[in-house]
């Protein structure tokens, strides 16, 4: 068999060549050199094709070299415009919103399965004879929705849109392979798309309502096969609509029958690199040997690029693909288990599943069962192998691989073949040290078991539940006596990941060999000797030393516990159990004025069928205008050091690379300075000019023909810093160093504070500390600007301020405001992040285009985004409160430091003093705010901003005054809380207040006497389990100044049709239905003929931004003032027609009449307090803890909001559990780190930052909205629902807190503590003072 070609090199030049069509023909390259003009030769494999054949949708497709081997299937489906509803993120799996189907031939059945895959792990060159499902293949409103796609709307499962399209098609690839399934499974499939906007509970019942045990109700019900797989159009690839009259597009489109597509041998070669697809081992064996010493990788899954960017296709030069080795697949079962290199981690779940009970497999299959489904996502398991992630392993030993910690566990052999076909069978621990350079890991061999004295547990303990990497991975096996005190048979296995590199506890397994288990000194030895061999490395990005070493420990208890349960006290069972979650649920409940509807009428957003279809375009969706280029940022490394030089040279020399842009290039007369003057805000550079100021600053931008060649162009500037300085990146140290920004806003002062503190009965004193929050929109930053004929620039953005982001960019090129023309039609997510750090993105990407005469895009990459946007500000504060014997609040002192990162614009500090009183009285008051100056990109505002921080300390403090006086912190609250009537301490005055009712209904509503008691029986019943209640109120205020926006309001008179265009953006909260339900409620017209347009900066001159959770509402009140303009107009002629005149027949009237249809208004509210009105809510919330790990799960929240008279019900109600599940995530889950050294962000990507997923959520989550309690200081006598919830999210924090009391006062230790914000898992692990030395059989 000839070789293949080493790369297609001209022999005497050695010029790189591609080889075009039609210089390849049955594998010979022939051509000359265009360099040399040697004219050459080259064979590749021999029957091997150098094309392979897919289908998108049903359409066939055929790539070739066209292609680069490196081009991710994500990346060719955007580029080739072929689903632009398939969302692009993260480009690591972490995200979701890549997903699509795909039907491939799998040898493990023989048969074509259907799977969910991360469209941005998959390289084309994989998908040889693949069926590919987009959103775009099941439905649109135009052919019609697919039933996935109506009942994630109909449950109201889409806001902002982003992340729909992944949702709709991971649930197709979960029915396509299980049509009928339980609401667990839906659940449990439910792991691999985050949503930042909706809390999941209405997308998990959308799912859920397809399960076979869901109560059926209108929208429920198991889907019909039939419907399962939409009929495609041939012609356009999309369902059929039948109208084309392509009488084959009757069939499914999807070439049902066609197995074993994709088995021929695949030899594809580009000038970067040569792609492999073999399909037999001695192939396999070939190109090993032949390659060995190349610059080579197999792949199978490609998803360890996910985790480690080496991985990365682009870094090989030969690509060999295993898919097609049939042999790699096996699953042998006599006498010991041997599974094929190929097999996925599905397909183990599968096995482990289905061979749960057989007497050989039952001694682990079942645990290993549990613990696979915790592994990954789904999508990530069905194209992951496990040689794959040992690979990982063996190339970082500090991987923590679940499959290795199962597969050792177990005693695991590995089959490893050199090229040479030397077949060698290893140990795991061996292999992690063979050179595996030529070699192929072929099967795994795992023991069976037939007798039951053998005990086998794996554990995992990560951030987060789903999609995580384990902190740490344990996992034991025991041969016991039981009839002997549990005494250890043989030598056991103790493996332990995410400790340090080394695996095993050998010291402790050899320690116990013999030993009696059951012996409390025994257990008692061992921990300790487990204690002195665990030494923990050290790693900014992991998880504490002392917590790792606690938990390797607390995990070997909790086996011991499992294994000797009849040992142990009955209080003790509990700690060898993790937590149990069941399906989860939710409660909406609310009233609707019937009358009045469509206002008030609860209904789902107008775009969601095109967001559920993936039709609704975001930034990056936008087709290419012609000559578009992409931008791309340079970024700093050091975080406080002077640039010496920047050397572009080698990303110059890149082909497609344009044009590196500095500050220098800034047209004269133009500001460096991407902040919005006008509004006070102090200025940040562009492009930094030579001092760094934070490790992710942006220097430079490049400009490139594609946006991959602009990023990793963007790499490749070299940039020389002198005076390098130690950034500092942590508040404390700040503090320490008094790292201060001058001028402070002024103490804020109520009464006399030091001497109402110093007269009280009793006094605390004490400080809390808040993280910062990423704000993890699901589409970055992004900006397409065009220079126009008109001497300015067509900006199209993902602003969330119009008007601001027209200034900036005139301010950075030196021309007028008026020619800037800013456009946006929706974002997909932005939580105060686009308010003014979109400016940063629009002011680059127009002064690229300005510089390049041409139109550019910059769309950032997530881990730029994470690294060069500031996000929410952490707070640390110190407080001094006086008080009465009973609790009742005298005077409060507080200095509230806020890490600003690098520039004081947008502390949120000036807010403090109007929040932090939150729902209680208090008459004296003082409130010192410091601007903390740190090398940190610019925190900015993230949704509600300085509220929820400062309701936070509040509630700390309250925490704190009620567990000095022993009393429950809910009675305190309730002593204090404000009454109708009382003076805020900036000088308001609660004419309305609702609090104390409320929260006795909410208390009654959710039995929350009876609860206490549970939670009290419950906690004296467990040893290693906690459970705490907590009830957390807000009085949230809502301030319309400032809140000016423009209206305008058209009535085509060719069909009575209406267009509104108004001054907020759409970003999932729902503000287009929102005024159209007022507009068709003030018309007196339906809702079908109206349609809300894209906001624009000429209708949106001096609009402010959209945030604070006033612009729905103030957007509304602009339609109500511009139809009651059009009804004035309007009314007189109708009058005059005789009868009852349809409206066009009204409206033709009025237009022959020469009345003005179209009218405009201009927001701008004055009221004298800095509130108009508050909202008044309250949240109970019960959480249990699994003290050993500090694992937790939110058992219940019952949320009770004043919502006035909604607007909308479902998008209220939508936009409260978003923000709960925004805060449970800045409470529990989201920490942000930084290189002690340079200053970078650590935390960048989605393998290290941890927003919450579907099982983060309450298990059981209620909300109602307060019954008939219109609003009267409010737009149609609503109230706001965008920002209150958040703050009730720190119910879920003090619920756990309350748990770790309850822990604490099992070693006699229940005395105060602060648990800062967030609580990690190893936070809450450490509070509850676990200590190896309490780990006893209890009796
Ligand atoms: C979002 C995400 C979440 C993840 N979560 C987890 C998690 O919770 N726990 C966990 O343990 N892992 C996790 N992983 C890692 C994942 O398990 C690995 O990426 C995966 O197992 C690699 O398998 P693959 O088939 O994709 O390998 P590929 O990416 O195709 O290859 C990876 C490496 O393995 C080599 N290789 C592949 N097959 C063989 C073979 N037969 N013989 C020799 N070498 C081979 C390749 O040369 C390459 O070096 C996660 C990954 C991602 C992207
Ligand atoms: S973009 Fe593919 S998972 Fe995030
Ligand atoms: S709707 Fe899910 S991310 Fe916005």
């Known amino acids: 068999m000839p070789l293949p070609v080493p790369c297609l090199k001209c022999p005497v030049c050695a010029v790189s060549h591609t080889p075009v069509s039609g210089h390849l023909k049955n594998g010979v390259y022939a051509s000359t050199c265009q360099n040399c003009g040697f004219f050459f030769k080259f064979r590749a494999v021999e029957d091997t094709a150098d094309t392979l054949t897919f289908t998108v949708n049903g359409t066939q497709y055929t790539v070739g070299n066209d292609y680069d081997p490196s081009m991710t299937l994500l990346e060719w489906l955007r580029s080739q415009n072929v689903s632009m509803g398939t969302k692009k993120l993260c480009l690591e799996g972490g995200c979701g919103v890549c997903l699509v189907s795909v039907k491939l031939y799998e040898p493990v059945t023989t048969t074509n399965q259907v799977y969910s895959v991360n469209a941005c792990m998959v390289q084309l060159y994989m998908c040889d004879g693949w069926e590919i499902t987009t959103v775009e293949g099941l439905g649109n409103p135009a052919a019609g929705l697919h039933q996935i796609q109506q009942r994630l709307i109909q449950y109201n499962g889409s806001q902002c849109g982003f992340c729909s399209p992944g949702q709709v098609m991971n649930m197709y690839g979960f029915l396509q392979r299980n049509p009928a399934p339980t609401k667990q499974q839906v659940e449990d499939n439910f792991d691999a798309t985050i949503c930042r906007c909706t809390g999941y509970r209405?997308?998990?019942?959308?799912?859920?309502?397809?399960?076979?045990?869901?109560?059926?109700?209108?929208?429920?019900?198991?889907?019909?096969?039939?419907?399962?797989?939409?009929k495609l159009c041939k012609t356009s690839g999309t369902p059929c609509t039948g109208k084309c009259g392509h009488k084959e597009g009757a069939d499914n489109g999807r070439g049902e029958n066609s197995t074993q597509q994709g088995s021929a041998?695949?030899?594809?070669?580009?000038?970067?690199?040569?792609?492999?697809?073999?399909?037999?081992?001695?192939?396999?064996?070939?190109?090993?040997?032949?390659?060995?010493?190349?610059?080579?990788?197999?792949?199978?899954?490609?998803?360890?690029?996910?985790?480690?960017?080496?991985?990365?296709?682009?870094?090989?030069?030969?690509?060999?693909?295993?898919?097609?080795?049939?042999?790699?697949?096996?699953?042998?079962?006599?006498?010991?288990?041997?599974?094929?290199?190929?097999?996925?981690?599905?397909?183990?779940?599968?096995?482990?599943?289905?061979?749960?009970?057989?007497?050989?497999?039952?001694?682990?299959?079942?645990?290993?069962?549990?613990h696979m489904k915790q592994v990954a996502s789904n999508s990530?398991?069905?194209?992951?192998?496990?040689?794959?992630?040992?690979?990982?392993?063996?190339?970082?030993?500090?991987?923590?691989?679940?499959?290795?910690?199962?597969?050792?566990?177990?005693?695991?052999?590995?089959?490893?073949?050199d090229g040479d076909t030397t077949e060698s069978q290893v140990s795991l621990e061996d292999f992690l040290t063979l050179d595996m350079k030529g070699k192929v890991i072929i099967a795994a061999a795992l023991p069976t078991y037939n007798t039951d004295d053998v005990f086998i547990k794996t554990f995992r303990v990560a951030p987060r539940l789903q999609l995580s990497h384990g902190y740490v991975l344990a996992g034991f096996n025991f041969k016991l006596d039981k009839n002997d005190n549990f005494r250890v048979k043989v030598k056991p296995t103790m493996v332990f990941q995410g400790i340090s590199a080394k695996n095993h506890a050998t010291n402790t397994e050899n320690y116990l060999n013999g030993k009696q288990l059951g012996d409390p000194q025994v257990l008692k030895t061992a921990l300790t000797t487990l204690a002195q061999e665990m030494a923990p490395s050290v790693d900014p990005v992991l998880a504490s030393p002392l917590y790792r070493k606690n938990l390797a420990c607390a995990l070997f208890y909790k086996f011991v516990l499992n294994a000797c349960y009849v040992k142990s006290a009955p209080r003790f069972h509990s700690g060898s159990m993790n937590l149990n979650r069941p399906v989860s649920s939710g409660v909406q409940t609310y009233d609707t004025v019937k009358q009045d509807w469509p206002l008030d009428e609860p209904m789902t957003k107008l775009d969601a069928a095109y967001q559920a279809c993936g039709e609704a375009k975001y930034l990056d969706d936008l087709p290419l205008v012609q000559g578009e280029l992409h931008a791309a940022f340079v970024i700093s490394n050091q975080g406080n050091a002077t640039i010496t030089y920047m050397d572009a040279t080698a990303a110059l020399a890149m082909a497609g690379v344009q044009k590196f842009i500095t500050a220098s290039d800034i047209p004269a007369g133009g500001k460096n300075s991407f902040t919005s003057h006008s509004q006070g805000m102090k200025t940040e550079e562009l492009l930094c000019s030579g001092q760094v100021l934070y490790a992710g600053q942006p220097?430079?931008?490049?400009?490139?023909?594609?946006?991959?060649?602009?990023?990793?162009?963007?790499?490749?500037?070299?940039?020389?810093?002198?005076?390098?300085?130690?950034?500092?990146?942590?508040?404390?140290?700040?503090?320490?160093?008094?790292?201060?920004?001058?001028d402070p806003p002024d103490p804020s002062t109520a009464g006399d504070a030091a001497k109402a503190i110093a007269s009280s009965a009793r006094r605390v004193t004490g400080s809390i500390q808040m993280g910062t929050q990423a704000h993890f929109h699901m589409e970055t930053q992004a900006s397409r600007c065009v220079p126009n004929d008109d001497g300015g620039l067509d900006v199209q953005c993902t602003t969330q301020w119009i008007d601001a982001t027209g200034e900036v960019i005139a301010g950075i090129l030196n021309i007028p405001q008026s020619a800037v023309t800013v456009e946006v039609k929706r974002l997909g997510g932005a939580f105060g992040a686009k308010i003014t750090r979109n400016f940063m993105t629009s002011g680059a990407c127009a002064l690229a285009a300005h510089v390049m005469q041409r139109p550019v895009r910059l769309v950032m990459d997530l881990h730029t985004n994470?690294?060069?946007?500031?996000?929410?500000?952490?707070?640390?504060?110190?407080?001094?409160?006086?008080?009465?014997?009973?609790?009742?609040?005298?005077?409060?002192?507080?200095?509230?430091?806020?890490?600003?990162?690098?520039?004081?614009?947008?502390?949120?500090?000036?807010?403090?003093?109007?929040?932090?009183?939150?729902?209680?009285?208090?008459?004296?008051?003082?409130?010192?705010?410091?601007?903390?100056?740190?090398?940190?990109?610019?925190?900015?505002?993230?949704?509600?901003?300085?509220?929820?921080?400062?309701?936070?300390?509040?509630?700390?403090?309250?925490?704190?005054?009620?567990?000095?006086?022993?009393?429950?912190?809910?009675?305190?609250?309730?002593?204090?809380?404000?009454?109708?009537?009382?003076?805020?301490?900036?000088?308001?005055?609660?004419?309305?207040?609702?609090?104390?009712?409320?929260?006795?209904?909410?208390?009654?509503?959710?039995?929350?006497?009876?609860?206490?008691?549970?939670v009290s029986v419950f906690n004296q019943a467990n040893r290693w389990k906690k459970?705490?209640?907590?009830?957390?109120?807000?009085?949230?205020?809502?301030?319309?100044?400032?809140?000016?926006?423009?209206?305008?309001?058209?009535?085509?008179?060719?069909?009575?049709?209406?267009?509104?265009?108004?001054?907020?953006?759409?970003?999932?909260?729902?503000?287009?239905?929102?005024?159209?339900?007022?507009?068709?409620?003030?018309?007196?017209?339906?809702?079908?003929?109206?349609?809300?347009?894209?906001?624009?900066?000429?209708?949106?001159?001096?609009?402010?931004?959209?945030?604070?959770?006033?612009?729905?509402?103030?957007?509304?009140?602009?339609?109500?003032?511009?139809?009651?303009?059009?009804?004035?107009?309007?009314?007189?002629?109708?009058?005059?027609?005789?009868?009852?005149?349809?409206?066009?027949?009204?409206?033709?009237?009025?237009?022959?009449?020469?009345?003005?249809?179209t009218s405009h208004y201009y927001t701008f509210p004055v009221h004298k307090e800095p509130f108009r009105y508050n909202v008044y809510a309250a949240t109970v919330t019960e959480a249990e803890v699994d003290v050993l790990t500090g694992q937790c799960q939110i058992i219940r929240s019952d949320m009770l909001y004043d919502c006035g008279e909604s607007m909308n019900p479902e998008l209220d109600i939508g936009q409260m559990e978003g923000g709960f599940m925004m805060g449970l995530g800045y409470h529990l889950t989201e920490k942000e780190k930084f290189d002690p050294t340079t200053g970078e962000v650590l935390t960048y990507g989605t393998w290290e930052y941890k927003p919450p997923m579907p099982k983060d959520i309450p298990i059981d989550f209620r909300i109602a909205l307060l019954k008939n309690a219109p609003n009267s200081l409010g737009v149609l006598r609503s109230k706001t629902a965008g920002e209150p919830p958040l703050m009730m999210s720190s119910s879920a924090l003090f619920a756990i807190k309350h748990a770790i009391e309850a822990a604490r006062a099992e070693i006699g230790q229940d005395t105060f503590f602060i648990l800062n914000s967030p609580a990690l898992v190893e936070d809450i692990q450490m509070a509850c003072k676990v200590d190896p030395a309490q780990f006893t059989f209890g009796q």
């Open 202 to 230: 209405s997308i998990l019942d959308a799912m859920k309502s397809f399960a076979v045990d869901t109560t059926r109700s209108k929208y429920s019900g198991p889907i019909d096969i039939e419907d399962l797989t939409p």
């Open 265 to 370: 041998p695949l030899h594809i070669v580009s000038t970067t690199a040569q792609w492999f697809k073999p399909t037999t081992l001695p192939a396999l064996y070939a190109l090993l040997k032949q390659y060995r010493d190349a610059n080579y990788r197999l792949v199978f899954g490609n998803t360890g690029f996910g985790v480690y960017n080496e991985l990365a296709p682009n870094n090989y030069d030969i690509l060999i693909d295993t898919r097609g080795i049939k042999a790699l697949y096996g699953i042998d079962f006599d006498p010991v288990i041997v599974l094929g290199a190929n097999l996925s981690f599905s397909n183990l779940l599968e096995l482990f599943e289905r061979m749960g009970t057989d007497p050989a497999t039952k001694a682990y299959f079942p645990d290993f069962t549990k």
């Open 380 to 417: 990530i398991r069905n194209v992951a192998c496990w040689a794959g992630s040992l690979m990982l392993k063996h190339k970082h030993l500090d991987f923590t691989s679940d499959i290795y910690t199962m597969l050792e566990t177990v005693g695991t052999k590995l089959f490893i073949v």
């Open 699 to 742: 220097l430079g931008i490049i400009v490139a023909a594609d946006p991959q060649t602009a990023l990793k162009a963007a790499s490749m500037v070299k940039v020389a810093y002198s005076n390098v300085q130690k950034p500092v990146t942590d508040l404390n140290e700040a503090i320490q160093l008094k790292s201060f920004f001058p």
């Open 866 to 1014: 994470m690294r060069a946007v500031g996000k929410r500000n952490p707070y640390y504060a110190q407080y001094e409160v006086g008080f009465t014997d009973e609790g009742k609040l005298n005077g409060i002192n507080v200095t509230v430091y806020g890490d600003c990162g690098s520039s004081p614009n947008g502390s949120g500090l000036s807010s403090m003093f109007i929040c932090i009183d939150n729902a209680y009285n208090c008459a004296n008051w003082k409130v010192t705010p410091v601007l903390v100056k740190t090398n940190k990109a610019s925190n900015t505002a993230c949704r509600a901003p300085g509220s929820l921080p400062a309701q936070f300390i509040m509630e700390s403090m309250m925490e704190h005054v009620a567990k000095s006086l022993n009393k429950d912190p809910s009675d305190v609250r309730k002593l204090n809380f404000y009454t109708k009537g009382q003076v805020t301490p900036f000088g308001m005055k609660l004419d309305y207040c609702n609090l104390a009712p409320l929260v006795t209904q909410l208390e009654t509503s959710c039995n929350l006497a009876a609860r206490k008691t549970e």
């Open 1027 to 1157: 459970r705490g209640l907590s009830m957390v109120p807000t009085k949230f205020g809502i301030g319309w100044l400032g809140g000016t926006y423009n209206v305008f309001v058209a009535i085509y008179h060719a069909d009575g049709t209406i267009a509104i265009e108004h001054g907020g953006i759409e970003m999932g909260q729902g503000i287009n239905t929102k005024t159209a339900q007022v507009c068709a409620y003030e018309l007196g017209v339906p809702m079908s003929l109206i349609r809300v347009k894209k906001g624009s900066s000429v209708c949106n001159a001096n609009s402010m931004t959209t945030g604070g959770s006033i612009t729905s509402e103030l957007n509304a009140m602009g339609v109500i003032e511009c139809c009651k303009a059009l009804k004035a107009r309007i009314d007189p002629i109708r009058q005059k027609m005789p009868g009852t005149p349809t409206w066009q027949q009204v409206v033709t009237q009025c237009y022959q009449k020469g009345v003005d249809l």
